[in-house]
C-alpha cells in the first residue's frame, strides 16, 4: 500500500498528463512528450511544495496557459489534497498543498502503521540469502562487513524481501562481534549468556542449520566429476584425497558435465575453467556493472586436488541447496574490495557447475582507515570498539559528577555501538572510509550517534512528561487523532518536519534499496547503506531545532490545549519514524535523556 504522500503524487501526476493530452488536442499539437518530471521541494516551502520545472516539457506560451487553467481547475476540487497552483519564470507548475489535511493524513499513517510505517507490503518472489567474505581476524574490514551486512538485511526485508535463513539467530553479526572482544563488553550486551566464540563473518563455510560442508562432502564428488574430464593420473590424485564411505550429495550430474565446454587442461592433473568462455555462454556482462574485463583462466584442479576456489564454490553450492524453491533463490555476496576480483572467479565457477545458474549478485565495501595511524600499525575491531567504549565511558563518569545521573553499562554500551554503526554507515559502503581512533571526545565524528539517541531520547521523555501530567489531572487526555485541528499548525517548522521527513521514511527505505537482483546478466547490487544514516541526522537536526524554538507543553489553559494537542501527535509521530529508522541500523534506542 502506496503512503499518503505517494498516492498525492501518483494522482497529480496523472492529472498532469490528462491536461497535457486536452493541451494538445485543443491546439492540434500531438508531439508533446508526456514524461512529467514532478519534482518535491525540500526548501523555501513557503513557495511551494511541488514543482514541474520549465524545461521538461516543450510547450509554447499559449500551451503553458491553458494547461495552467487546467491544474487550477484540478485544485478547485473538494477531493485533492492540493489548494492552488501558480507558476513563475523557473517552473512550469508549482503546487501547494492543502496543508491541515496532509497534515492529518501522514500524522494519521504514521501512527497507524507503527513499526511497520516505511516497510513495504509487497513480497518478491526471489528468496535472498546473504554471503559476506572476510578474513576472520577481527580487523576494521571485518568490522565494516558486519555493519553493512546488518543493516543490509534490515533494508531487504524492509523492502519485501525474504532474507534466508528464515530463523536468525538472536543475535546480529555485530552483536557477536562485540561479544567476542572482551568479557566485560560480553556480559554486559550479550542477551543468551552463552559466551560462545562465533565466527560470524564468513557464511560460506556453513549452512543456516547445519555442519559445514567438509572435504569428505566435497571431493568425492569431484571424482565423479573428473571421470569425465581429466586423465587416469588427474583421476588417481583426487581418488587419494577422497573418503569412499562419505555419502555425498551429488550435483545434478548432466549440469555438472556442462563443466566440459568451459574446461582447459594444463599438464598432469591440473584443470583451468576458461572463464571468458563462462561468460560469454552464460550471457553475462563484463565491464560497469558486470564482471572483471581482466578475467581469463582460473584452477578447478591443481596436481590432481580441488583448487581452494573449486572448494568454495561447492561449499556455496552446498549452503543455498537445502533452501525451499532453490529456483527461486538469490545469492548476495557482500565482499571487501580487496576479495571482489577473486569472489567473481568463485562465481563463475558456480555458473559453469550449473547449467540454469545460481541467480547471484556482489556488494563491494571499500576500505577503512583509521585517522593518525599508518597501514601496518592499525589497530583491530576490537581496540578500536574498546577505545569508543573507554570515551563514552569517560563522557558518563564526567556527567555524573556533574548532576548526580549515573549512566548504566548497557546505555554506554547502546552508545558505543550507536557511535560506530552510524559513522561506518554515514557514507556509502563502496567509499573508502577515515575514522577517528581515540580515547578522547574529540571532533564531531563520534558524537553523531549520541547525537541521534539523545534527540530520541528526549521525545520519549516528553511524551513520559505528558502521560504522568494527564495521571496526576495537571492536562486532560489527549483527545482521538480525528478530533486534532490540523489548521492550527501554522509554522513553516511544523510543516519542514512532517512534509520533509516524516512523510518521507516509506520513498527513503525503497531508495536505499536500488538493484539487488541485476539484470542484463550484470553483477552490481546497488543497496545505498548510507541513506538512512544521513536521513536520521538531518532529520534529528531539524527536530532539535524545532523542540528548542518552540515549547511542546503549555499551560492548562483550554486556549492552549489544541495547538499543543496537535504539535504532541506530531512529536508522536516523529519519536515512530525515530524508532523505525534506528531499526533499520539495528540501533536500541533510550527511554530517557
Known sequence: ??????????????????????????????????NVILRKKVKDLHQGDLIVPS?????????????LLLMKEYCSLADTLTSRVTCDKYNLLTFFIDRPRMFGSIIKEVLAKGPDYGCSKIQHDKSISLHSVSSKKTSM?????????????????????NVLPETQQESSEFEQLVQSFSEDVKDVSSEDGTGQDSSVLDDRNAKSHTTS????????????????????????GIETACVVESSPKSIDVEAARSLKDFVIEEGKGNLFIDMQRVISSRHLHQGKGGFDMNLKT?????????????????????????????????????????????????????HSLVDNGLSQSQLVVGPIKVQDTSPDSSPSAQEF????LTQFKEASEMRSAISNNVCNKDDIVTLTDASIKIDILGNACGNPLTLENTASDRGAESRLGAFILYNTARLSTLLQKFDQAVEGGFYPALPPVDQIDWALLREEEDWEL?????????????QSVEAVLPVDGKLSAKIHTHKVTNFLVSFCKCLSAHYSRY??????????????????????????VLLNSLRLLEVKALDYV
Open 1 to 34: 500500500m502506496e503512503s499518503a504522500f505517494q498516492l498525492l503524487q501518483n494522482d497529480l501526476e496523472a492529472s498532469i498528463r490528462e491536461a497535457l493530452t486536452k493541451t494538445q488536442e485543443k491546439t492540434h499539437n500531438l508531439s508533446v512528450n508526456l
Open 213 to 236: 560442508v567438509s572435504r569428505q562432502h566435497i571431493l568425492p564428488r569431484l571424482h565423479s566429476l573428473a571421470s569425465d574430464l581429466l586423465s587416469d593420473s588427474a583421476k588417481c
Open 55 to 67: 524545461g521538461c516539457l516543450p510547450l509554447d506560451s499559449i500551451q503553458q496557459e491553458k494547461l
Open 385 to 388: 570498539y574498546n577505545s569508543r
Open 141 to 161: 574490514m571485518d568490522l565494516r562487513l558486519a555493519v553493512v551486512k546488518c543493516h543490509a538485511i534490515k533494508l531487504l526485508k524492509a523492502n519485501g524481501f
Open 298 to 350: 582460473v584452477p578447478v584442479i591443481q596436481e590432481g586436488q580441488p583448487s581452494p576456489l573449486l572448494e568454495e564454490s561447492l561449499s556455496l553450492l552446498d549452503s543455498v541447496s537445502d533452501f525451499p524453491q532453490a529456483q527461486k533463490h538469490h545469492c548476495l555476496h557482500i565482499v571487501p574490495h580487496s576479495a571482489a576480483f577473486t569472489n567473481q572467479k568463485v562465481i563463475l565457477i558456480t
Open 498 to 510: 512532517v512534509y520533509v521527513y516524516l512523510a518521507f521514511l516509506p520513498e527513503l527505505v525503497s
Open 551 to 576: 515549547h511542546i507543553l503549555t499551560g492548562r489553559e483550554s486556549h492552549l490545549l489544541p495547538l499543543m494537542y496537535a504539535r504532541l501527535y506530531m512529536m508522536k509521530a516523529a519519536h515512530q
